[in-house]
């Protein structure tokens, strides 16, 4: 299971195949906005710089990091976004008044060391029960990683 940090490099990287939607626990993102809504997504999609049109000529003040330039597939993107708020793996601390600073890492890996299952009974429990949730939904389990 992945934590990402960014959300314009970790939708970019589920779209292009990178990483599996379904591996994604949580986005924690430095955004503050509703898919759903037109006018919101219009200002995500040409600030990342989707498709040909320029932020500044769209009336956009500025353009944040522009991860998303010469991508086409507006629908793509935003169908991701949705999925990912719907499912609630779409964290955005500025909605609550926090100012994230940007990170430099995209993903982390959730990793549980045997040392802590061993020693935690209670740790131990609750993988195994993420384990057997994570079956109910589909989630893909790399059982070889370590």
């Known amino acids: 299971m992945k934590i990402g940090l960014s959300y314009s490099r970790c939708v970019r990287d ?13 986005l924690i993102t430095r955004t503050d906005f509703d898919p759903h809504d037109d006018d919101q997504w219009r200002g ?7 498709g040909t049109e320029n932020a500044y000529s769209q009336g956009f003040f500025s353009q944040s990091n522009p ?8 629908d793509r993107f935003r169908s991701v976004s949705i ?13 609550f008044g926090a100012k994230p600073a940007r990170r430099p890492e995209i993903w982390l890996e959730t990793v549980l060391p045997d040392s802590e299952m061993m020693n935690r009974p209670a740790v ?12 109910l939904t589909n989630v893909k389990l790399d059982k070889s990683y370590r």
């Open 14 to 26: 589920i779209v292009d195949g990178v990483v599996d939607i379904a591996d994604v626990l949580i």
């Open 44 to 50: 995500i999609w040409i600030g990342y710089g989707g």
């Open 67 to 74: 991860e998303w330039t010469g991508y086409m597939d507006e």
């Open 83 to 95: 999925e990912l708020w719907e499912s609630g793996k779409l964290h955005q601390p500025r909605k």
């Open 124 to 135: 131990k429990d609750a993988r195994y029960q993420f384990q057997t949730i994570a079956g």
